[in-house]
RNA sequence: GCCUCCUUAGCUCAGUCGGUUAGAGCACCUGACUGUUAAUCAGGGUGUCCCAGGUUCGAGUCCUGGAGGAGGCGCCA
């Protein structure tokens, strides 16, 4: 039974298809500015900002005063008469009749105007309330969302891997542990390995979930617990993995752009990089991007891997993503299958977006042999009983295929052209710092 | 793990050559103002100068050690 004394509020979104009513919305003071007759009190609900103007000489003193009171982050119901008017933000406002404070709100720490990093993320939980955080993580709404369609589209099967696990993933010694009832539990630092289980179960697998690396890396583009999406298809060699992620980041910029370009627009982003996506994006070898670095002055030589510096170099001559393929395999992980036109190498790929981004995909074709695949292990000094059920998938039924990850924080620190991950996801987790 | 820089009011910062009483803006309170857009104007007070030692007649300032933070590298997504 709903509570009739309370007027159903209006969102503000909606406020559009309201003018000329008198209406009620819920949601918390951002500023206030009083002038003696006439006073500007802005409402964020959470689809919307509004302003409320109160006009002394119209208003019972009670109402009038009460403007006096709303201190920022105040929750209050405003009713009043939509009006469009174009000096106001949006483009309507509400001619206040009345104003309920349902809970009020101390002196807020966060000002308009500028904080420091440190300041701000031991404030992460009001944060969040300002408008580019809520740009922000509205964008990585957008992209999570758009990534299940994707996949469902293309009739992907969703498989949620395990965070907790006893095996270990690609680098033993940067997973977290946990005592798991008196054995050593990890925290996942990939899904991969069990999609490729999944595959001949569904064929096409992806999982979408947290990730954990402690590595004790400063920089902006790293965090201890990120997103990562990992699809994993049967029966892919690379070139059909290259194909699979240009549409996929291709179809996520196209997502961001058509849905939130309101919130691009906060951000400050230049959506005309973003237009420009659209595969086919550039591939380059790994030994032409060491012919291109050295012909740029690098001192870089075959063998060693590309650092951040490189990335940014060979990105600077395009304007989309682009892919650098077949790394010679001490560069990259064991599972990665050789290359059967020159053995040095892999057959894996990294994306790298433009605008110094780095790289947002780490990809690869599986060793699919089991003789080969128990070589790599032994020669990388990882212990094979750790891999045992992993060494199963090619025993029962072994089969190429070939998968991805891609970071959702990086990616939408791209998307939105933003410096820093750390506000792209809710709650960051950094090497030192753990709360809120 | 390595390199560089930073730490002064609730917040963002200034503070000269080491000098006696520690500075501004914002936030907050009071007042003025009928169209503001981080409003403006006038008034109001706020300090463990990160911590511990040291040098000195005298340290926010110089030295040593420690703590916390930022940026970069490596590692990766």
Redesign the pocket.
């Known amino acids: 039974m709903p509570d009739l004394r309370m007027p159903t509020p209006t969102e503000i979104r909606d406020l559009n298809q309201h003018v000329g009513e008198d209406v009620t919305v819920t949601g918390w003071v951002e500023?206030t500015?009083?002038?003696?007759?006439?006073a500007?009190v802005v409402v964020r609900d959470g689809t919307g900002v509004v302003?409320g103007?109160f006009?002394?000489?119209e208003l019972d003193a009670a109402v009038w005063d009460a403007h006096g009171t709303l201190?920022?982050e105040a929750t209050v119901a405003l009713s009043g008469v939509v009006r469009e008017?174009p000096?106001?933000?949006g483009g309507y406002?509400l001619g206040v009749t009345g104003v309920e404070v349902i809970a009020p709100s101390e002196?807020y720490?966060i000002?308009?105007?500028?904080?420091?990093?440190?300041?701000l993320?031991d404030h992460r939980h009001l944060w969040l309330r300002s408008s580019q955080q809520r740009a922000g993580l509205k964008v990585r709404a957008e992209i999570s969302q758009a990534t299940h369609d994707f996949f469902y589209e293309r009739d992907f099967t969703r498989i949620d891997t395990p965070i907790l696990t006893g095996s270990i993933g690609?680098?033993a010694g940067?997973l977290f542990e946990t005592d798991y009832f008196g054995e050593t539990a990890y925290l996942a630092q990939?899904g991969q390995l069990y999609v490729e289980s999944a595959c001949p179960a569904f064929r096409r697998v992806y999982c979408f979930g947290p990730t954990f690396?402690a590595?004790?890396?400063?920089?902006?583009?790293?965090?201890?617990e990120?997103w990562?999406v990992e699809p994993e298809v049967a029966f892919a060699d690379s070139d059909d993995n290259m194909r699979l992620q240009e549409e996929y980041v291709s179809y996520l910029v196209e997502r961001a752009l058509e849905r939130c370009s309101d919130e691009l627009e906060v951000l400050g982003r230049d959506t005309a990089a973003l237009e420009r996506v659209k595969p086919p994006f550039p591939r380059i070898s790994y030994t032409e991007a060491i012919e291109r670095l050295q012909a740029k002055g690098s001192e870089i030589e075959w063998g060693q891997?590309l650092?951040?510096?490189?990335?940014v170099l060979i990105t600077e001559d395009f304007d989309l993503p682009v892919f650098v393929y077949n790394y010679p395999k001490e560069?990259k992980a064991f599972y990665m299958k050789e290359n059967p036109e020159d053995p040095r190498t892999v057959l894996c790929n990294d994306l790298l977006a433009p605008e110094g981004y780095?790289?947002?995909?780490?990809g690869s074709q599986r060793e699919d042999d089991l003789v080969r695949l128990r070589e790599r292990i032994a020669e990388e000094g990882l212990p094979e009983e750790a891999y045992g059920w992993y060494l199963d998938l090619r025993r029962y039924g072994s089969f190429p295929h070939s998968g991805f990850?891609?970071?959702i924080?990086?990616t939408v620190a791209w998307i939105t052209g933003r410096h820093?991950?750390r506000e792209f996801i809710p709650y960051p987790r950094?090497m030192?710092?753990l709360t809120p």
């Open positions: 500023t500015r009083g002038h003696g007759k006439v500007f302003q103007v006009l002394k000489k201190t920022q008017e000096r106001a933000p406002e002196e720490p000002q308009p105007k500028e904080h420091g990093v440190e300041f993320l690609e680098h940067t990939t690396r590595e004790k890396s400063k920089t902006r583009r790293h965090l201890t990120f990562m891997d650092g951040a510096p490189d990335e560069a780095g790289e947002i995909i780490g990850g891609l970071g924080e990086r820093h991950i950094l030192n710092r």
